[in-house]
């Protein structure tokens, strides 16, 4: 079963006294199996936020609808095993870090006897331990995120929804947080996780959903997203002799002199390498190192190329 | 019954760490040390002084809070984007909407308690006895009355601004205290969609006068038989409808 499905939703504004309509995301349709983590990547205002704020039931859709575990978004009972950290942290400044985090376990149906155990479990995991009885309008932005995301793991949720949780971190933050989300994979919880940065998709995520100008771009794994922008196979070699030279040259690829008496070749994308190994190998010549070069990540999503548009992959999300 | 409890005691805890309703039990204090060398100056005993103006004064800061920190309460909410971390847990937002209200009650009736033990404490030491038992029925109407008026404050709350929403609820109020003369109004009106008009506000709007028996109190004067069941059911089924009215609003709401 979808832990999620979304289906072919939009959401149409009207703005100003004349009501002008101003479409924020347009027909995007995805869904996610459960165990992954997905990253929802897109530029700013491309309707990540609006597209999350549909699926926790904050907006609703003018067309389409959501479901989450088969319930739709729209009932109480769909939030159920779900958490939602937002971009910012929006926090009552009048309670403190463990009445916070006390209010929200209570919200999410822990038991009264439950209540500490598990305060202390998910401040430990954001490391914030020690600062229960702190104002929560005294702590710095980071450890606000830090407390958003401690607020998040309340009740073992099966899935996250995470909209750019690391926004405005330090290093260290962003270390932390990179390692519980990779935690939480590995403890099969599917996390659906906003962002513009694209080291972290590249770092923490398997899946990735692409939005751009409120419209779905590319669905499917990080690592089909990477094939798109594969520009071919780099291989090193020693003594290339210089007929062979002219015959891969004539072939279409990129040979290039290295300092020393390295050759640096570049087999194009569609062309097959292993065939060209082969050659080489025929020659007596061998590989001292083979790599893939891919365009980088950030060029692929928001380049100027349609190589992605409405397109879906493998991975758990379609 | 759990998320209500939760959410209205947090809102609870929220409005009586507000300075506001500090300020405003200090200009009811400030009030009714007043009252008591007033009733030297007025025509009306020290006693009926003393209960008028302690009576007045629940009203005024029942108001106060109710404009105040009732619209606050759920427009700042929507305005801080602390209403995200209630509604996207398991709660539905009619229980939020009826927290906010229960929660903003219960600092209204701490309010009340406060303000009433000051002025019968008062009226205690003047007469050498306890007052009258309409004193307290009086209050009970009181906070009847403004339970209608929290309850207009959230719904105001639900679809217009902070600053809109209090001058909405303000306005209310007033609207309400003058029901009698719209009805007044109407039976000497000679357009008929005037008339229609206003036979339509008379019965939209609450008749807050229903739950000021302040001049009985004051004076003695006997209270109609049923008349406190009476308003008691009429405010509790009218702060139900705008409750059902606001649930209705904010479940719509994108927020």
Avoid at chain 1, 156 to 168: C, F, H, R, T
Avoid at chain 2, 213 to 236: C, D, K, S, W
Wanted: aromatic letters at 8%.
């Amino acid at each position: 079963m979808d832990i999620l499905n979304v289906d072919k939703i939009t959401k149409i504004y009207r703005r100003g006294f004349k009501g002008t309509r101003v479409t924020a995301v347009q027909d995007v349709a995805f869904s996610l199996t459960e165990n992954h983590i997905t990253g929802f990547v897109g530029p700013n205002g491309a309707g990540k936020t609006t597209t999350i704020k549909m699926i926790m039931g904050l907006v609703r859709p003018t067309a389409g609808r959501v479901t989450m575990m088969g319930k739709p978004a729209e009932s109480t009972a769909s939030r159920a095993g779900v958490s939602y950290v937002s971009e910012q942290p929006y926090f009552y400044k009048h309670l403190t870090v463990g009445e916070t985090i006390d209010f929200s376990a209570r919200l999410v149906g822990i038991k009264r006897a439950a209540v500490d155990s598990e305060r202390k479990r998910v401040l430990e995991a954001v490391e914030l331990t020690g600062r229960e009885k702190a104002k929560v309008r005294s702590l710095s932005k980071g450890q606000q995120q830090r407390l958003n995301m401690a607020s998040g793991l309340l009740g073992d949720p099966k899935l996250l929804i995470l909209d750019e949780p690391m926004s405005g971190l330090d290093p260290p933050s962003r270390r932390l947080f990179r390692s519980l989300f990779k935690k939480l994979g590995d403890e099969g919880k599917t996390i659906f996780f906003s962002t513009h940065v694209l080291e972290d998709i590249e770092a923490v995520c398997r899946d990735v959903v692409v939005l751009d100008g409120g419209k779905l771009r590319f669905t499917g794994s990080v690592a089909s997203l990477l094939e798109k922008g594969a520009l071919g196979t780099e291989l090193v070699v020693s003594s290339l002799p210089d007929n062979l030279t002219a015959d891969l040259r004539a072939d279409g690829l990129e040979v290039s002199r290295s300092p020393g008496d390295e050759t640096l070749i570049l087999i194009p994308a569609p062309k097959n390498p292993a065939a060209y190994q082969r050659k080489l190998y025929e020659q007596g010549i061998f590989c001292l190192s083979i790599q893939k070069r891919t365009m980088p990540l950030e060029s692929l999503l928001y380049g100027a190329n349609d190589g992605l548009a409405n397109t879906a992959g493998d991975g758990g999300v379609s | 019954m759990r998320v209500i409890w939760l959410v209205a005691l947090n809102t609870f805890k929220e409005t009586i760490r507000n300075k506001v309703l500090y300020n405003i039990l200090l200009v009811a204090a400030v009030v009714l040390l007043l009252a008591m060398s007033f009733g030297d100056l007025s025509v009306m005993s020290r006693v009926q002084v003393m209960s008028d103006f302690g009576l007045a004064t629940m009203s005024l800061t029942g108001l106060l809070l109710a404009v105040f920190i009732g619209v606050g309460v759920l427009g700042s909410e929507i305005a801080d984007k602390t209403v995200y971390g209630v509604l996207c847990k398991p709660v539905d937002r009619i229980q939020f909407i009826i927290g906010k209200f229960s929660g903003l009650f219960a600092t209204l009736a701490l309010n009340f308690l406060l303000i009433a033990l000051i002025f019968i404490t008062a009226i205690t030491l003047m007469t050498g006895h306890a007052p009258q038992p309409e004193i307290f029925y009086s209050i009970f109407l009181l906070m009847i009355e403004m339970s209608i008026i929290i309850a207009a404050a959230i719904m105001w709350s639900c679809f217009t601004t902070p600053t809109l929403a209090a001058i909405f609820t303000l306005a209310f109020y007033v609207s309400g205290h003058l029901n009698d003369l719209i009805t007044l109004n109407a039976d000497i009106q000679n357009n008929p969609i005037l008339k229609t008009i206003l036979i339509i506000l008379h019965y939209a709007l609450p008749n807050l006068e229903f739950f000021n028996i302040r001049t009985q109190v004051v004076f003695e004067l006997p209270i109609a038989p049923g008349h406190i069941t009476f308003a008691a059911i009429y405010g509790v089924l009218y702060a139900a409808l705008l409750l059902l009215f606001s649930s209705i609003l904010f479940s719509r709401k994108d927020l």
